[in-house]
């Protein structure tokens, strides 16, 4: 091999060498950091930790209503969260974007936690009640997340359960 | 009781892996390092088909833990058998790396592959202690088709029906490979499950650290490989994979998987390799739909790389007994887009759209694709260096600065990612989608994807260069073992 390429094939040799040498060192400094910011303790608890406290700290404040969902609600039916809202609240540009996001969130938390085959987000009053109610069938549940209202229809569902924060209601069928 | 199910959900596939690895002749002398990964990779796979069949045949999923334990006992029979016979026969050791450093070194290596596992079962630990399956692709595509299939009993029509409405489940014609694994660990529980069901996926990691270690030193000599291995370990996408329930870690593990058994058959004809790597496309092809993309990318590779290198008559015979294999990967394909038609899954990307079909889409939006791809590219692969440690840009200066000598390196390798990029790309200009958008949420996992081979390949490279630079022996493979036969070689020397 010509001298020149020996020289450019050693040089190349010995920077990737450095390079390499920097990204694992750098890349173990970093993980070093990640790993001393758990202690040991706190690591070998982590191995027996009670599975229902990571489901209870993800549910967070709806762990309650989770718990209910779990014991009274297979995870196939129609669930509708209701949610007691004005008109004015509804149009308010502010709060009805919050109020709209609420909802979004909790319908995506029911989903992956609960997995009922459909949820569909209600708020305030319903247009047609009448439509609404022919469409109900026993598959549908109602988790009513503003329990001091009532909601569309309700005289025709079987309270499930209650907590501070919702009420599961079971459509009962027709009258 | 809980942990005790936890082992047989991963025990009973790696046992059913072993004994599909004793049968296709692999043998843990093979490759001490890759073979736990290989076990893994084949008995996830076969689990998962025959939990697909069981369900296609209506049989009730709480009943088939059962069945897969016969299956697994019938896998300890044939590893016994083949153990026995191993003892009984006369054995060459396989040949060693000549050169390839001394047993502190080996020692070194093995104490970082054990670290880079702890490492994983460390972080798959603290992500399962930390939140359930609640959030993103985990939640809303994997999980959720798992907990589809569970629910409804299986793939039928109380399953399609749970699908239909578009917010359940999000990209619906994914395959199932992923998901049958989250099932598999709800039968053992009896119930869905909201953390158990992650270990399954992470175990794929865990395989993936063992196939690159194992895929590395046969490159690179010891410390080298050590070196790629912890850059692998560290790459913020594979510490992200350990702790979701999603499927690029599958994918990544195929992938690397299915090109280094494919290199150990060019160099010493083996057919076990041939066999294992068909195996390893299928398991490719059904984690994900880049893992099918990636798949026909190795498939066209290899068969581009061996047209015109045989004489006819031995051309003939090979790719006749080699067609057998492929069945494997070919069917799992057919088996995923039938279930798709069948169930009405479409895929988001190459369904037409307002805008037109796919192609029609590429051509119109390329130029204002081109510019954003270019920029997440550079932000992704070469700004944020933690991602992929710069691989890729290295990768390319290398291949700019030496074509000679490392222009026809690992040629398969190089030849599938350079199918695999275009293809990549075509998505990206055809999507239907906002393109930063989806680049944002894409293109991390697309380069986690080909990570590993990548390292693969500079680890060659860098091994190549110290030994022309006097550092070592060149990344060459051990010679072939007196009377095995070789079929030919897509490795020639350095500098040929």
Redesign the interface.
């Given at each position: 091999m010509a001298k020149a390429q020996r020289i450019k094939t050693a040089a190349a040799a010995a920077a990737l060498a450095a390079f390499l040498l920097w990204a694992a060192g750098a890349a173990l400094v970093r993980e070093a950091r990640i790993l001393s910011s758990v202690s040991l303790a706190e690591r070998r608890a982590l191995l027996d930790v009670d599975l229902e406290d990571v489901y209870r700290a993800s549910a967070r404040e709806h762990y309650e209503m989770f718990t209910a969902l779990r014991a009274h609600v297979p995870r196939d039916v129609h669930l509708v969260i209701y949610s007691r809202v004005s008109a004015e609240q509804q149009s308010d540009p502010l709060l009805g974007q919050d109020l709209k996001k609420q909802l979004t969130l909790l319908r995506g938390k029911l989903q992956a936690l609960h997995f009922p085959a459909q949820v569909t987000p209600l708020a305030g009053e319903v247009e047609n009640p009448e439509t609404y109610l022919a469409l109900l069938d026993p598959s549908y549940y109602v988790l009513n997340i503003t329990p001091e209202a009532d909601f569309p229809g309700q005289s025709r569902f079987d309270l499930v359960a209650r907590g501070a924060t919702y009420a599961l209601h079971r459509f009962r069928g027709a009258d | 009781m809980?942990a005790l199910t936890l082992l047989l959900v991963l025990a009973t596939p790696w046992v059913i892996g072993c004994g599909a690895l004793s049968a296709l002749g692999v043998r843990f002398a093979h490759d001490r390092f890759a073979y736990a990964g290989w076990a893994w990779l084949a008995g996830s796979l076969i689990t998962a088909l025959f939990l697909c069949g069981w369900l296609l045949f209506g049989l009730p999923i709480d009943a088939f833990p059962s069945a897969a334990r016969v299956l697994a006992a019938a896998a300890i029979l044939l590893f016994a058998r083949s153990w026995l016979r191993a003892r009984h026969a006369p054995q060459r050791a396989p040949a060693r790396p000549e050169g390839r450093g001394g047993r502190l070194e080996r020692l070194l290596f093995l104490a970082v592959v054990a670290a880079c596992l702890a490492?994983t079962v460390?972080r798959a630990?603290?992500a399962?202690?930390?939140?359930?399956?609640?959030?993103g692709d985990e939640?809303?595509i994997w999980?959720?088709k798992a907990?589809?299939i569970h629910?409804?009993g299986g793939l039928n029509e109380?399953f399609a029906?749970?699908m239909e409405?578009e917010?359940?489940v999000l990209h619906k014609d994914y395959p199932l490979l992923n998901p049958l694994l989250q099932v598999w660990t709800f039968a053992h529980f009896g119930r869905?499950t909201?953390?158990?069901n992650r270990w399954v996926i992470q175990a794929c990691v865990a395989a993936l650290i063992l196939a690159a270690a194992g895929a590395l030193l046969r490159l690179a000599r010891p410390l080298?490989a050590a070196?790629?291995l912890?850059?692998l370990a560290?790459s913020q996408q594979l510490r992200v994979s350990t702790g979701l329930v999603e499927a690029d870690g599958l994918v990544a593990l195929g992938l690397l998987a299915a090109l280094d058994l494919l290199a150990r058959f060019e160099e010493d004809g083996e057919r076990r390799w041939w066999r294992l790597a068909a195996l390893a496309l299928a398991y490719l092809a059904w984690s994900k739909n880049e893992g099918m993309a990636l798949a026909l990318a190795a498939a066209v590779a290899l068969f581009t790389l061996r047209l015109g290198r045989r004489p006819r008559g031995e051309r003939a015979l090979l790719f006749a007994g080699g067609a057998l294999a492929l069945l494997l990967p070919v069917g799992v394909i057919a088996l995923h887009l039938s279930l798709n038609a069948r169930f009405g899954f479409a895929n988001d990307i190459t369904a037409s759209s307002a805008a037109g079909t796919f192609f029609a889409r590429v051509v119109a939006q390329a130029g204002a694709h081109l510019g954003a791809v270019c920029a997440f590219a550079y932000e992704y692969g070469v700004r944020r260096?933690?991602e992929t440690?710069?691989m890729f840009p290295?990768a390319l200066a290398?291949l700019l600065?030496?074509p000679r000598?490392l222009g026809r390196l690992l040629p398969l390798l190089t030849l599938a990612c350079g199918l695999a990029l275009p293809g990549f790309l075509l998505v990206y200009l055809g999507t239907p989608h906002d393109i930063e958008w989806h680049l944002y949420w894409s293109i991390q996992r697309i380069l986690f994807q080909l990570l590993p081979v990548v390292l693969l390949w500079v680890a060659a490279a860098?091994q190549e260069?110290?030994a022309?630079?006097?550092?070592g022996a060149s990344w060459r493979a051990p010679t072939a073992r007196p009377g095995s036969r070789r079929t030919g070689s897509c490795f020639p020397r350095a500098g040929a």
């Open positions: - | 809980g490492l460390d630990v603290r399962n202690a930390a939140e359930v399956v609640l959030l939640a809303r999980a959720g907990k589809a629910v409804s109380r029906k749970l409405p917010e359940i869905v909201d953390v158990e080298l070196l790629f912890v850059l560290t260096a933690g440690h710069l290295l290398l600065l030496f000598r860098t260069l110290a022309a630079a006097g550092f």
